[in-house]
């Protein structure tokens, strides 16, 4: 607040230089922050030399002290005397204070009459917005966005700043505003701009508008001498830039408050290395009130569960922002005995929490009163998402905990009301057909369903309820349906999934014994009919093809690491190890390059001509068996790809069959390296490359098939490839990670060294 | 004889098929015997395939999408039967891509890339969809076969297609032994397939009015017409008149009327019957005393005077080449086809038309002025 003492007048009076007097002492006063007084001497001042400003002073000194019908009696005898645009907007502030929003709307339009310009334009949507016209201010909004260009001073920092600060709030996208905010605060001049940054970074609105700082104001923010090292440092964490804000804290340790070090240094290293250590939790005991709220309010927006509780232990939690946390740490870790304890300690109601909400930054307080209870409603929705972010585990609640807990979140006279909502859903309930069948799920499904009832049902009640649990009601209306909506979508997919896979596997062990009865007369058709030879054999190859899948489904369904352990460890007589797998799992991939019946194209990408064809499959068949890895890798120079083979290190991995383990291993392997062959073919022969290789480390077995191949191609596929390595990725717990590089595919699969202790 | 599209990507995997489905239309043994030797062969490639199959000139076989984007585009008026095989993505087209969007953007597409990207491994759906496209006729004679129907469950566009009657849900055919017979069938018969397409309006009146009967004169007159055999036309065109003119007579449930023979009821004067006479030879008031004249008169079921010549002139030209009574046996040889020029024939054909879809038309009405009777 600013006394401003009119002098313009070239000579002083005796009366004038009497109310100069009483003016000083007015100031005197004010610093001593005897306001009373400073009004007297103020009024005493009015009465020798009336002025309007002296009257503009007087009502700020009164909306200071909160009485704000007195101050707009003031500003509007100063109206009278003056009808400056400033005093009608000081009048909106009051007005609003007031509660009289649409009084406060019709004097902002008033200082608009007198005087247009971008920052009053800006103030009439944040009006709209307060009052509750969200969708005309969106519609102002956007107008200021379509007009900017005609706009008055909209190098105003008030503007720039408020315009921000309400653009990222309901994502109107205005291009010119953050290219200007950063010019206009780069051509500002000192001690103007150290004030402005100062203020900026005082009300966080770095972080709040989410703007994006150009390389050369962010270097006059750093460079800057009037700054702090701590304010540096403020600005930097309001942005994000955790790495910057880390070196000058670092270099200038030793000047900066103990307290500030310590709570940056933890912010730090919770940002940059993610992890809050068991020594920072003990010194957060040692903190102030309000950085312990800030910076358990960080651990909890970035899921710090277990040190919060930790924390938790070190301290009890007395304030109701921090038993909420408590009682939902113990509800997500499934301690829901001990959730049911912490809710009954935390207090009725939200006033606390948003009372204990971090200090107002928005622009729209500073202009409009900060004792306005729907002013704060973006303060408000701030404070309660951070405590109550959508994705609570509203689903692992039991419905009488669901119910607590809405109960404890609305005002006391909101329980009747709750109570006589869920008895109805309740009852309606047990009618009401699920489209699950799964027993498994069935119960779940009802109960979320139940949930989401009755938030639908309350919603409308809540969000209509009081202004201050507008926010709240909002967010935990959104949260709690958008949470329950997507259990129950798991709930059907995971059930729609289940079943299916037991229709996949049953239907695949049932086709596997139909094709018995279809290749064994096959066989002696071709035995009785030698004309008929090739085209029997098609057919058998065929059936076996369907049968060769339909067991890779079976297997990728049936397989489990408890059966890898145990043929790891019990090799027995029928072993192989993961060296020979991968070559028998090479050699059958290139045996199916010849096969123009049911691999085509490949065959054609590979051999351009039936000379080529036949040159290479006589080779083929002298070599295809041969267990000499070297001649193989000849033939597939000269014929096929560039082959690298590192596996030595397999041959050490063996594995038994007894629980089909050897077989199950060399399915996943031949899926992914047939798809290497596959993909490989559509490149140009000395472009071509195949390479496999495989590592034994001490906790992972890590195999890499590496292939060319041309992005642009999509070969046609019936995916069940993919289906199988994930089934068994899935139920083996290995990793299978894919990378495309501009002319190679990689997949790497690591799979738990089950053959080393550490496995 | 008719012409076949069939658009297929596995072509060497599909040899058997092709033998079953088309074994009617190729000339000669030696082609399914080539294509067996190519079955037998280690190293079979599609082009092979085409090669030996195009010794007829009956089938056109495209196994690559951007091939068969540009026969159906440019040539799908030559063709009376279309099958469409759905997923073509078995030989990559990503180097022909420049031509299929263009194909595409030719048949009124926008945002081809996108569409080439949503259609990827059902490539048949955007060939289907530019030929309906260009002509909804087309819907006849498009059959598309699919490995698996209930993918299509997943496809909007097909399903509103069928729902808009743009396309029928019998004509997509899943690639299955017992289910793929329909398309032997339809082979087999495929000029009466694609004489059916031709006069589809015509057909389905028959088939829906009359029955299958009527359907196969219809065929075997408009074959005879293609083929000039202009005897046998004369002959069908007759009794597809007559057959008409009983069925309609019989309709209108007039048991006495003078259009009967007296001495055998079930018989239709159709000369009477279709010209009506007038009550006295010179009544210039033009009143006639029976047939469908007077019947029209009463019941306005549409028998203008074009309809009423087209009739008359029918049994007039039948009647001088000989053809009088349908109850004896008429051979091709005692039908005089000395004054039938081919101006004639093209009007005879297109009377015999006309009359059908007045028939059509009179079937309808007969019936409104029958319910209305009632009521």
């Known amino acids: ?212 700082i150009n390389p050369s104001l962010m270097t006059d923010i750093l460079s800057s001498d009037t700054l702090s090292n701590q304010e540096k440092v403020i600005f930097l964490g309001s942005i994000g830039n955790w790495a910057q804000a880390e070196q000058i804290l670092e270099q200038h340790a030793s000047t900066l408050e103990q307290e500030f070090y310590c709570f940056y240094k933890a912010c730090i290293d919770l940002y940059l290395n993610k992890r809050c250590t068991a020594d920072t939790l003990v010194d957060i005991t040692q903190w102030n009130q309000e950085a312990k709220y800030a910076f358990i309010i960080k651990l909890w927006n970035k899921k710090h569960y277990s040190a919060l509780q930790d924390y938790f232990e070190l301290e009890r939690p007395t304030t109701a922002t921090a038993k909420w946390m408590q009682f939902w740490i ?430 | 004889m008719g012409r076949i599209l069939f658009i297929e990507d596995q072509l060497t995997g599909s040899i058997p098929t092709i033998i079953k489905l088309f074994s009617p239309i190729f000339k000669d043994e030696r082609t399914i015997t080539l294509l067996k030797n190519i079955q037998n062969d280690k190293y079979k490639t599609p082009e092979l395939i085409i090669g030996v199959c195009s010794s007829t000139s009956c089938l056109d076989i495209c196994h690559k999408f951007v091939n068969a984007l540009s026969k159906a585009l440019y040539y799908y008026n030559e063709y009376d039967l279309i099958i469409i095989d759905r997923n073509l993505s078995e030989v990559p087209y990503h180097e022909d891509l420049q031509d299929i969007k263009e194909y595409l953007q030719k048949c009124g597409f926008s945002d081809v890339d996108k569409k080439i990207d949503m259609y990827t491994t059902r490539e048949g759906d955007l060939i289907l969809l530019a030929l309906l496209r260009l002509d909804r006729n087309n819907k006849n004679k498009i059959y598309y076969l699919t490995a698996n129907i209930d993918e299509l469950k997943g496809s909007p566009e097909l399903e509103t297609l069928i729902d808009v009657d743009d396309f029928y849900r019998n004509h997509i055919i899943e690639k299955t032994t017992d289910k793929d017979k329909v398309l032997t069938e339809i082979v087999a018969n495929l000029e009466s397939f694609s004489i059916q397409n031709r006069f589809a309006t015509h057909v389905k009146i028959l088939r829906n009015r009359l029955n299958e009967d009527e359907v196969d004169l219809f065929v075997n007159m408009i074959r005879h017409y293609d083929n000039d055999s202009r005897r046998e036309f004369i002959i069908y065109l007759r009794k597809i008149l007559d057959n008409l003119m009983h069925h309609i007579a019989g309709k209108m449930n007039e048991p006495n009327a003078s259009y009967w023979n007296k001495a055998n009821p079930d018989q239709l004067i159709v000369k009477t019957f279709i010209k009506g006479f007038y009550a006295k030879d010179n009544d210039y008031l033009g009143r006639f005393s029976c047939g469908l004249p007077v019947f029209d008169q009463k019941h306005s079921i549409g028998y203008s005077s074009i309809v009423r010549n087209a009739c008359l002139s029918i049994f007039e030209i039948c009647s001088d080449c000989g053809i009088h009574d349908l109850n004896t046996v008429i051979s091709p040889e005692g039908v005089n086809i000395n004054y039938l020029t081919e101006h004639t024939m093209k009007s005879m054909l297109n009377q015999i038309c006309d009359v059908i879809l007045w028939y059509d038309k009179a079937i309808v009405n007969m019936q409104k002025a029958s319910e209305i009777t009632h009521e």
């Open chain 1, 330 to 759: 113990a509800v997500l870790s499934g301690n829901l005995s001990e959730g049911i304890l912490v809710l009954k300690e935390i207090p009725q109601g939200l006033e606390e929490i948003i009372k204990s909400g971090r200090k107002s930054n928005s622009l729209e307080l500073e202009a409009f009163g900060q004792e306005i209870d729907v002013n704060n409603l973006t303060n408000n929705l701030r404070t309660i998402l951070e405590l109550f972010p959508f994705d609570l585990p509203y689903d692992m609640l039991t419905w009488e905990m669901f119910i607590k807990v809405l109960k404890k979140i609305f005002p006391v006279q909101y329980s009747n009301l709750i109570d006589l909502h869920a008895d109805i859903v309740e009852r309606q309930s047990v009618d009401s057909p699920t489209n699950i069948d799964n027993d498994k799920y069935k119960d779940f499904y009802v109960q979320s369903s139940m949930k989401v009832e009755l938030i639908n049902d309350l919603s409308m009640v809540f969000i209509s309820g009081s202004s201050s649990h507008f926010a709240v009601s909002l967010s935990i209306v959104i949260g709690a349906s958008r949470k329950m909506g997507d259990k129950m979508n798991n709930i059907v997919e995971s059930s729609r999934e289940e079943e299916r896979n037991k229709v996949l596997s049953d239907l695949s062990h049932n086709i596997k014994n139909l094709l018995r009865s279809v290749i064994d007369p096959l066989e002696s058709i071709k035995r009785d009919i030698p004309d008929k030879m090739p085209v029997i054999e098609d057919a058998i190859k065929g059936a076996n093809l369907i049968r060769e899948m339909v067991n890779s489904i079976n297997f990728s369904y049936t397989v489990s690491v408890e059966d890898l352990i145990y043929d790891i460890h019990n090799p027995g007589k029928d072993t192989s190890c993961i060296s020979a797998m991968i070559t028998q799992s090479l050699r059958n991939a290139i045996s199916n390059m010849y096969d123009s019946q049911y691999y085509p194209q490949f065959m054609s990408n590979y051999f351009k001509d039936r000379q080529a064809y036949s040159d290479s499959k006589l080779k083929w068949d002298f070599i295809g068996h041969d267990r000499d890895g070297s001649r193989l890798i000849r033939f597939a120079e000269e014929y096929l790809f560039d082959l690298t083979l590192e596996i030595d290190s397999g041959s050490e991995l063996t594995v038994g069959n007894e629980k089909s383990s050897a077989i199950k291993l060399t399915i996943l392997l031949q899926e992914l390296i047939l798809n290497a062959v596959k993909y490989a073919s559509f490149v140009p022969l000395s472009q071509r490359k195949l390479q496999i290789s495989l590592s034994n480390e001490p906790d992972f077995i890590r195999m890499i098939v590496s292939n060319s191949y041309k992005p642009e191609v999509r070969a046609k596929t019936t995916g069940l490839g993919n289906v199988i390595i994930k089934n068994f990725a899935k139920v083996l717990d290995c990793e299978i990670l894919t990378e495309k590089a501009a002319n190679m595919y990689t997949v790497t699969l690591n799979l738990k060294n089950y053959w080393s202790n550490n496995g």
């Open chain 1, 1 to 212: 607040m600013t006394i401003f003492v009119n002098n313009n007048r070239g000579k002083t009076s005796k009366k004038d230089s009497k109310a100069l007097a009483f003016l000083q002492y007015a100031l005197q006063c004010k610093s001593e922050g005897r306001f009373e007084t400073m009004l007297d001497y103020m009024d005493k001042a009015f009465k020798l030399r009336p002025d309007s400003n002296l009257l503009f002073n007087r009502a700020k000194v009164l909306d200071h002290l909160k009485e704000y019908d007195k101050a707009l009696e003031t500003i509007n005898r100063a109206i009278e005397m003056d009808t400056n645009h400033s005093y009608f907007i000081f009048r909106a502030q009051l007005l609003a204070s007031l509660h009289r929003f649409d009084d406060s709307l019709n004097s902002i339009e008033t200082a608009i009459a007198i005087y247009d310009c971008a920052y009053y334009q800006v103030a009439k949507a944040q009006m709209m917005f307060i009052s509750g016209r969200i969708l005309d201010g969106i519609d102002h909004m956007l107008w200021i966005r379509d007009n900017y260009n005609h706009l008055v001073h909209t190098e105003d920092i008030n503007f720039l700043a408020s315009a921000l600060q309400i653009s990222n709030t309901y994502q109107i996208k205005i291009p010119q505003l953050e290219p200007q905010f950063n010019d206009s605060i780069i051509s500002m001049q000192e001690p103007n701009k150290s004030q402005v940054l100062r203020w900026l970074i005082d009300t966080d609105l770095f972080a709040d508008a989410k703007i994006s």
